[in-house]
């Protein structure tokens, strides 16, 4: 069983950075980040192999976002730079236990964090 919580969100200015973490407790395959804003679904940010390190990004975060981790710990974390007011939203972190390759999809992910509001202003 994987245990997920998500820190680091904020308030921060059009421009700005946050890194979020998401601290694990158990074994899994892979990490996902997905976000979700007031009435918009929940989409697929970035995602990271917990072995091999290959990663994947939505088309709207590359070259902005990048997912990393630390095995030691089993600490997933997401460096967000250039940030703009469409990115805020509720971030999450999840984990796929028994899938090998990196998914998009969120049904794919067996276990969620809480959340942490991002809050990008103008």
């Known amino acids: 069983q994987v245990q997920l919580v998500e820190s680091g969100g904020g308030l921060v200015q059009a421009g700005g950075s946050l890194r979020l973490s998401c601290a694990a407790s158990?074994?899994?395959?892979?990490m996902g980040w997905f976000r979700q804003a007031p009435g918009k679904e929940r989409e697929f940010v970035a995602a990271k192999h917990w072995i091999d390190g290959s990663a994947d990004y939505a088309d709207s975060v590359k070259a902005r976002f990048t997912i990393s981790r630390d095995n030691a710990k089993n600490i997933g974390f997401l460096q967000m730079n250039s940030l703009k007011p469409d990115d805020t939203a509720v971030y999450y972190c999840?984990?796929?236990?028994?899938?090998?390759?990196?998914?998009?999809?969120?049904?794919?992910?067996?276990?969620w964090g809480q959340g942490t509001q991002v809050t990008v202003s103008s």
């Open positions: 158990g074994r899994f395959s892979t």
């Open positions: 999840a984990a796929v236990t028994t899938d090998w390759l990196l998914s998009r999809s969120a049904n794919r992910y067996s276990y």
